[in-house]
């Protein structure tokens, strides 16, 4: 594995972990989700180390969120000047995070990679599905979606949102959109005003509604490549049961042809003491098809 430094098209420097694989075969491009980063991943390494042995590229790329508050440096497009910037998932815009998941699929692209598989673990599957459904289905030859959460319907089922929403709208209208709320994210993570306001119903964060289950499911139902998804037993994602939601999804996966949904037992939203399981059903899937 090796470290590889990236500028994103707005001006940030982002790290990447790369896995090195044979050109001709593809490449899979992760995005991390909230507050994760390499560190704090306990299955992206072995997925990496496992899918290069058999000749695939990894990459796992940072994305403006990594970690609660982070400092990036970042390059000014006009005077070339750097500064250091504030983010972190605290403070991110999800908008921006398309420059991120373009960032990592043009440097796939640009070690020789012609295939390329987007991956993502939670919160970063509505990254890549944002970035989809704005660049298109071109550059992607498969998807790996591991703990996909509708987060903007599983905060507005949170008793604390409709409070904080207007708290979040009340800051941001006095022109404080980055002061932190006063109540933690789901109780475990500090949040800016502005980043919270936007998991509201109906913002650009809506594009993957499994809690509100609308006749028509958005970008997603576009999607005619390869997919599969995965959901831990004991998952904070879910919305009715493990087995439910992988039927639900697979119902509104309406353009593929080739969906596997799997459960995986007796482990949580990270996966813990189940990452071997967890890699050995991708490398097997990626391998199949790949």
Not at 107 to 133: P, R, V
Not at 214 to 223: A, D, R
């Amino acid at each position: 594995m090796e470290l590889i430094h990236r500028d994103t098209k707005d001006g940030l420097n982002l790290v990447g972990c790369y896995w090195g694989g044979k050109k001709e075969k593809a490449c899979i491009v992760f995005t991390h989700g909230m507050y994760d980063n390499i560190l704090e991943n306990n299955f992206v390494e072995l997925m990496g180390e496992e899918l290069s042995k058999k000749g695939y590229g990894f990459i796992f790329g940072h994305n403006r969120g990594y970690g609660v508050i982070n400092t990036i440096l970042v390059k000014d497009r006009e005077s070339g000047k750097f500064s250091n910037k504030i983010i972190g998932s605290t403070f991110e815009k999800f908008g921006e995070s398309i420059y991120d998941v373009d960032l990592w699929v043009e440097t796939a692209k640009s070690f020789g990679y012609s295939k390329i598989i987007l991956a993502s673990h939670s919160f970063g599957w509505l990254k890549n599905l944002y970035y989809m459904s704005k660049k298109g289905l071109d550059n992607v030859a498969g998807v790996i979606m591991i703990s996909p959460p509708d987060t903007v319907g599983l905060v507005g089922r949170w008793e604390k949102s409709k409070e904080m929403f207007a708290e979040a709208w009340e800051n941001i209208e006095k022109g404080n959109s980055k002061k932190i709320m006063e109540h933690k994210m789901l109780d475990i993570f500090p949040i800016s005003s502005r980043t919270f306001y936007s998991y509201r119903r109906d913002g650009i964060l809506d594009i993957f509604p499994l809690v509100e289950s609308p006749e028509e499911f958005g970008y997603f139902s576009k999607i005619d490549k390869p997919i599969i998804m995965f959901l831990a037993e004991r998952d904070n994602v879910i919305v009715e049961t493990p087995q439910k939601d992988v039927e639900k999804i697979k119902s509104y996966a309406k353009s593929t042809k080739d969906f596997t949904g799997i459960v995986i037992e007796k482990t949580t939203h990270k996966y813990i003491k189940k990452e071997k399981e967890l890699v050995n059903y991708i490398v097997d899937w990626v391998e199949k098809r790949f």
